[in-house]
Every structure is written in structure tokens, then in C-alpha cells.
């Protein structure tokens, strides 16, 4: 079966709660035009796609940008010639491969050693071929993406791999589903708070990231991949020097997002958010806390407050219990 946006292993993915998210949007709020300026998985702004005649989606990872344009971009591409791709993928021994940049640094860690070297050379002919335009290359490079993903000997982040056993060979190359919409989209890799002052939307999403967390080096395998950079790697968990960090994971968190909040020009602003300021794990520490973010947010417009019980990211050390996913909705003043 081709690959849907959702079928990854994200931190903080919101797949779960997308539809109880857009029930409070189409309850409280009107207008056709919204923004997922932390787009992540992606997955918030697929939703609003059936609703909104124009989206925008933005998020600083590269991997994640090309993500967007494969399942996304309305430009054509040549199914055919996708499933030429695919099916050569799926044929290649690795008896007939050398070692790559990928086998000579992941295999045996991140991946078995044949599956990382069938990963490697996929990528250098993807980055080789001339023959595909820009979406076509999104959609190789992001099939590649969620095959490594489904395989990977991760927690379902790559902060680090799992050590201790024997790797399976188990690697498929198989493609993922772009979407048709007749909605205007828009994608960017910016830094949110640059593209909000430059931004006008009626609906604007915020999912920033919670903690200490910084995605780019969470997900610094992907983004290796993708961007194809081949950089010198370093430590045990191979990752390249640090590049993509967040003001969001910082202790400038607060001051980052009245930036962001007073920057933007809409109707609503809706902000995701969790309650794991609580918890006993310092990476998990929230950076900002509810009356933080509730101050903020009063500065802007009328404030309402939503909870859901929900199941956190949990990589098996952090215990935290009685999880609250909270969305805070601001009616912008006028």
C-alpha cells in the first residue's frame, strides 16, 4: 500500500487529534485561507486542505519541506515514470552495490548493513538522474523517507539507535500517495517568526516545539538523507555539526513566541500545547508555561481554552501521567 502523510513515527504528531482540533476551528472560527506555520508531520494542514480554498505550510526541516511538495505541490509529474523508479528500487541486489556515505556510517547502527547500502545508492541515483523535474524528485526522495522510516533501529526518533541485538535485513522501497486538492497552497522553509510578519491568512495554526528537543537533531538522519550534503558526522549517535536550532527549545522560548504572536495578521490563532511543564524529565520541560502562553495570547484578542486526554511521546524514560493535550484559540482583535 502507497504511503499516506500520517505514516510516519513523529514526536508530537497530531494525527490523533486533527479531527477534535477542527471540530473547535469549525465551531469558533470563519474564513478560507489557514496557516500550519510548524507544519511538522504535515498532517494539520492535509486536514485543512478539505475545508480552506487556500493553505500554507511551513516548517524549518528540509526533509520535511520536500515531504510537502511530494504529497502536496499541484504540479505534474509522470506516474509511469515514478513507477519505472520504483520498481528498479525494489529490483537491486546488494551484492551487485558498493559501500556508500550511508553503509559506511549507519549500517549496523541505524540500519542493517545490506538495507543501508541498498538506502545509499538509492539516494545518489535519485540525486543523479536527469530525467525527473522538481515534484518527481520530492516524490522519490520522500518514498525513500518513509521506507527508512518504517525500518529504522530507532525509537521513532534518531536521537539515538538501539543497541544490543542483531539488525534484520528488511528495507522496501515503496512510493507515497501525493494528494490532488483544488486549494491554493503555499510551502515554505522559514523561520516561523520571519514568515508571519510577511504573513496574511485568516486562520493561523501554531504547534511549536515544547521542550529541549530540537527536531533537526531529533530527526538529523532524515534530514542527512535528504538534503544529500554528505557532512562529516560525529558522537554516537552520527550526528553532523548542529545547524536548524530552535529559539522555541531554548530558554529564549517566551521571548521568540510573543515575537511570533505579535507579529501576526489574521482572524483566529490557534496554539497547540501540552502539559508536560510538569515533568520530571529536563528534556521534556516545557519552556514556556500555560499562563506564559495565556498572557501572550490575551495581548492579541479573546482568549477560550480546550483540553483533550491524550497519550504523549514516550521514548521509555519519561513517566508522566494524566497527559493534556490544550488548544488556546484567540479571537484577533480588530
Given at each position: 500500500?502507497?504511503?499516506?502523510?500520517?505514516?510516519?513515527?513523529?514526536?508530537?504528531?497530531?494525527?490523533?487529534?486533527?479531527?477534535?482540533?477542527?471540530?473547535?476551528?469549525?465551531?469558533?472560527?470563519?474564513?478560507?485561507?489557514?496557516?500550519?506555520?510548524?507544519?511538522?508531520?504535515?498532517?494539520?494542514?492535509?486536514?485543512?486542505?478539505?475545508?480552506?480554498?487556500?493553505?500554507?505550510?511551513?516548517?524549518?526541516?528540509?526533509?520535511?519541506?520536500?515531504?510537502?511538495?511530494?504529497?502536496?505541490?499541484?504540479?505534474?509529474?509522470?506516474?509511469?515514470?515514478?513507477?519505472?523508479?520504483?520498481?528498479?528500487?525494489?529490483?537491486?541486489?546488494?551484492?551487485?552495490?558498493?559501500?556508500?556515505?550511508?553503509?559506511?556510517?549507519?549500517?549496523?547502527?541505524?540500519?542493517?548493513?545490506?538495507?543501508?547500502?541498498?538506502?545509499?545508492?538509492?539516494?545518489?541515483?535519485?540525486?543523479?538522474?536527469?530525467?525527473?523535474?522538481?515534484?518527481?524528485?520530492?516524490?522519490?526522495?520522500?518514498?525513500?523517507?518513509?521506507?527508512?522510516?518504517?525500518?529504522?533501529?530507532?525509537?521513532?526518533?534518531?536521537?539515538?539507535?538501539?543497541?544490543?541485538?542483531?539488525?534484520?535485513?528488511?528495507?522496501?522501497?515503496?512510493?507515497?500517495?501525493?494528494?490532488?486538492?483544488?486549494?491554493?497552497?503555499?510551502?515554505?522553509?522559514?523561520?516561523?517568526?520571519?514568515?508571519?510578519?510577511?504573513?496574511?491568512?485568516?486562520?493561523?495554526?501554531?504547534?511549536?516545539?515544547?521542550?529541549?528537543?530540537?527536531?533537526?537533531?531529533?530527526?538529523?538522519?532524515?534530514?542527512?538523507?535528504?538534503?544529500?550534503?554528505?557532512?562529516?558526522?560525529?558522537?554516537?549517535?552520527?550526528?553532523?555539526?548542529?545547524?536548524?536550532?530552535?529559539?522555541?527549545?531554548?530558554?529564549?522560548?517566551?521571548?521568540?513566541?510573543t515575537e511570533l504572536i505579535n507579529g501576526l495578521k489574521c482572524k483566529y490563532i490557534l496554539v497547540s500545547y501540552n502539559n508536560t511543564y510538569a515533568s520530571k524529565s529536563s528534556s521534556s520541560l516545557n519552556k514556556m508555561t500555560l499562563d506564559n502562553i495565556k498572557q501572550v495570547l490575551t495581548s492579541k484578542g479573546s482568549l477560550s481554552c480546550f483540553e483533550k486526554s491524550h497519550q504523549f511521546f514516550n521514548a521509555g524514560k519519561t513517566s508522566f501521567l494524566d497527559h493534556k493535550e490544550m488548544l488556546f484559540l484567540v479571537e484577533v482583535n480588530k
Amino acid at each position: 500500500m502507497p504511503y499516506e502523510i500520517w505514516n510516519r513515527r513523529y514526536t508530537g504528531s497530531k494525527y490523533k487529534l486533527a479531527d477534535w482540533i477542527f471540530e473547535i476551528i469549525d465551531s469558533h472560527c470563519s474564513g478560507s485561507s489557514f496557516c500550519d506555520i510548524f507544519a511538522g508531520t504535515g498532517i494539520i494542514a492535509k486536514t485543512a486542505l478539505d475545508r480552506m480554498s487556500k493553505v500554507v505550510i511551513n516548517d524549518f526541516l528540509y526533509s520535511n519541506e520536500l515531504i510537502y511538495k511530494a504529497f502536496f505541490m499541484q504540479s505534474q509529474y509522470n506516474k509511469e515514470k515514478i513507477e519505472h523508479y520504483k520498481k528498479t528500487f525494489q529490483s537491486l541486489q546488494v551484492v551487485d552495490l558498493s559501500e556508500n556515505y550511508v553503509s559506511t556510517n549507519f549500517g549496523g547502527k541505524f540500519f542493517s548493513h545490506n538495507d543501508a547500502i541498498l538506502i545509499g545508492e538509492i539516494r545518489e541515483r535519485i540525486e543523479q538522474a536527469n530525467d525527473i523535474n522538481d515534484k518527481e524528485r520530492s516524490i522519490l526522495i520522500a518514498s525513500l523517507l518513509y521506507s527508512i522510516d518504517k525500518i529504522a533501529n530507532t525509537v521513532g526518533h534518531y536521537d539515538a539507535y538501539i543497541k544490543g541485538h542483531t539488525l534484520k535485513d528488511q528495507f522496501k522501497f515503496d512510493l507515497i500517495s501525493p494528494y490532488n486538492t483544488e486549494s491554493t497552497i503555499s510551502i515554505y522553509r522559514e523561520d516561523a517568526n520571519i514568515l508571519a510578519k510577511s504573513l496574511e491568512c485568516d486562520i493561523v495554526y501554531i504547534d511549536p516545539p515544547y521542550n529541549s528537543r530540537q527536531y533537526s537533531r531529533f530527526y538529523h538522519v532524515l534530514e542527512n538523507i535528504a538534503s544529500w550534503k554528505k557532512p562529516e558526522l560525529y558522537g554516537v549517535a552520527l550526528k553532523p555539526k548542529p545547524e536548524n536550532m530552535s529559539e522555541y527549545c531554548r530558554a529564549t522560548a517566551l521571548e521568540a513566541f510573543t515575537e511570533l504572536i505579535n507579529g501576526l495578521k489574521c482572524k483566529y490563532i490557534l496554539v497547540s500545547y501540552n502539559n508536560t511543564y510538569a515533568s520530571k524529565s529536563s528534556s521534556s520541560l516545557n519552556k514556556m508555561t500555560l499562563d506564559n502562553i495565556k498572557q501572550v495570547l490575551t495581548s492579541k484578542g479573546s482568549l477560550s481554552c480546550f483540553e483533550k486526554s491524550h497519550q504523549f511521546f514516550n521514548a521509555g524514560k519519561t513517566s508522566f501521567l494524566d497527559h493534556k493535550e490544550m488548544l488556546f484559540l484567540v479571537e484577533v482583535n480588530k
